[in-house]
Structures are given as C-alpha cells and as structure tokens.
C-alpha cells in the first residue's frame, strides 16, 4: 500500500472528534465518567488567579472584570474602566486566555465584554501507517457581551449572552449561551451572590450534538476584618447524569489593604479549596494602581496548573455605590446616622447605645 495514502477525511474527523472532545471531558473536570458527555466544557475552566487561589469561591466577592466569567452582576460594583487580563497553563500542554473590559455608563448601568479561548500546540496530522503528513489545530473560544445595574445600593443584577466557538481542524461547531447573577449586600461586611452560566442549545461536532455545561453557583462572602476575607460556596452542573453538588471554601488577607496603597503594597495571600479538585494558593500585589495576581492548583496526577492575571483601571474614579445607609439632612440642617447627636445625650453615649446586644455579634456585624 502507498506510504501516501490518507485515511477518508471523515473518518479521520469522526477519530479526532472523539478523541478531542474525550479530551475536553478529562481536562475541564474530574466528575464521575457516569456524567453525560457535555460540549464547550472548557467553558468551565475558572479565570483569574484571585478567584482560583481562593478556591473558586468567587460568585459573591467578584467585583471586576472577571464578574463577566463568574457572575456579571459583579461588574455592577466598578466605579471606572477595569480591564483583566488572565492567562492559564493548564494541563497536557494547553493554555486558556481571557480579556474581560468592563465600563460603568452611569445612572448604575455597567456594560462589559470579554474573550475566552482554550487553545494547545498544533498536532500531528498522520495517515494509516502513522507517517506524518502535516499538522492541525484545534481551538475553543466564546465572546460574551455584559450588561448589569444596581438596582438599590444593596441589589445589582446581571445578564451575558455569548457565542461559542470550537474548532478542530476544518470541522466546526457553533452554539449560544446566556448567564444571569444576582449579588446581594444586606450588610457591609457580608456578600450573597448566585449566577447560573452557559444556558443555551446544544452544539453539535459533525453528527453528534453534546450539551452546554449549564452550571449553578451560590456563594456567600464575610470580610472578618478590613484585610481578611472569607468564603464559601456550592456549584452544580445542571442536566448531567448523577452530578453532584461541589463546594468551594476560600480565605484572602491583606497585610494593609491594598486598596489604600498606590505605589506598592505588601502581598495578599490567598487559600482555597474547592472539591473535588483539591487545595489552591495565591498572592497579589498592587503595583502603581494595577492589581498582579498569581495562583497555583495541583491537578494531580495531571500536574501543576499556573496562573497570572492583571487587573488595571482607567478614568476618572466616580463614585462607588455604598451598601451603607446614606446620610441625609434633617430639616435642622444635621445629617441623621450614626454620628448625629441626639437629645437623650452626647454623641459618644449615642454610639455605645447603637446596635450593641452584649454578644458576639457586636464583632461579627459591627
């Protein structure tokens, strides 16, 4: 037989396309091989590395441009032009990358745009007998447009719709999604946070159509202290066969607050754990106003996985919604709150009085 012959085009995609996308399955999770095969799963691959070194416990802290991957409700809390950047090597010798751009309109409007791409080095394209007869490639990508608002300066809202991309030499498929998240502030130290991502259609490589990874994220945010945060949160695939519920758990502390530092700060630690993948780490520094972020997650027998992201803001800095009651004036002219004085005495004795109920909950909600 002739060195030169070539296995029938569609049988060498039928191959391919079976082996990528049992690849996808392997590199986005570690589920049960129970679950129903799903497509696009590298839409599940968490972006930036503050998040994913605090366990992917995010949904209700995110308030960058990454709020458009985690939940775009997020981006209602920006209060200027914020770019990230995130670039991931991952496992088996591929990379993701992600651009989001997130710019508030005013009047609460935030709108926002991003990229996502998972891509490898080229492959081998081979004929029967196994000689080399060129390469390949093979690529996912999703563009997402953002919208969100706050509804109250303790509501915000957020919906994204994406087209998906997959790519695997000449074979091609398409599909569409929507993500909506909700974050709630009912009191200045505490987050709430949910999003449900990738709702849409199936997409379909040559005959076989696989569904989205529609996934389900609720999550709660506590910061103990001005430099330390906590968090936990619960994630599940929505439609797959015998999925289960996951749970992520991170912590971050912030030697003295980056955000009072412009020039230089001293790096914030992160930890986190989300199962089933196991435990990750991260640190971040402030750098003339940019926030450079890394994190590291062990994937097993699969190897280690590296992170980096850039986190820059552009513009004149407007002003942030509080979650904190605004002050307003009385008809005397005093501005009501927890400073004002009042008749039944000095504005020291007012303060000891506000709120105190001799637990610990006097430190927990103070």
Not at 221 to 234: D, F, H, K, R, S
Request: some cysteine; proline content about 4%; hydrophobic content about 40%.
């Amino acid at each position: 037989m002739s060195a030169e012959y070539r296995v029938p085009s569609a049988e060498l995609k039928r191959k391919w396309l079976f082996l990528f996308l049992l690849w996808h399955s392997a590199l986005s999770t570690r589920h049960c091989l129970c679950a129903e095969p799903t497509g696009a799963t590298f839409l599940k691959i968490p972006v930036g590395a503050r998040a994913v070194g605090m366990g992917s416990a995010f949904t209700a802290l995110v308030d960058d441009a990454s709020a458009l991957y985690w939940n775009p409700s997020g981006i209602a809390r920006i209060d200027r032009t914020d770019l990230l950047a995130s670039h991931n090597e991952w496992i088996a010798d591929t990379r993701a990358s992600y651009v989001g751009l997130a710019q508030r309109l005013g009047f609460g409007q935030v709108i926002g745009i991003s990229y996502l791409t998972l891509y490898m080095d080229p492959l081998d394209r081979r004929n029967e007998q196994g000689i080399k007869t060129g390469t390949f490639q093979a690529r996912d990508r999703a563009v997402a447009v953002s919208w969100a608002t706050s509804m109250t300066s303790r509501l915000s809202l957020g919906v994204t719709a994406k087209q998906i991309v997959q790519t695997i030499d000449d074979a091609q498929a398409r599909g569409s999604a929507i993500d909506a998240g909700v974050q709630i502030r009912p009191h200045r130290r505490v987050s709430l946070g949910a999003s449900i991502t990738n709702v849409g259609g199936p997409m379909k490589f040559v005959e076989k159509a696989y569904a989205l990874p529609t996934t389900l994220r609720a999550g709660l945010g506590y910061n103990l202290t001005q430099g330390l945060v906590l968090a936990l949160e619960g994630t599940r695939e929505a439609g797959a066969v015998n999925s289960k519920t996951n749970f992520a758990a991170g912590v971050e502390y912030n030697m003295l607050s980056m955000s009072q530092s412009y020039f230089w700060s001293p790096v914030a630690w992160r930890l986190g754990y989300f199962s089933p993948n196991g435990p990750g780490v991260g640190l971040g520094l402030k750098i003339f106003g940019s926030n450079l972020d890394y994190a590291l997650t062990p994937m097993g027998e699969l190897g280690l996985t590296h992170r980096v992201s850039l986190n820059l803001k552009f513009g004149k800095n407007r002003t942030r919604e509080t979650w904190a009651p605004k002050q307003v004036s009385n008809s005397m002219g005093t501005k009501s709150g927890a400073s004002a004085t009042t008749s039944s005495g000095s504005p020291s004795e007012n303060k000891k009085k506000e709120g105190k109920t001799g637990t610990i909950f006097d430190f927990l909600f103070r």
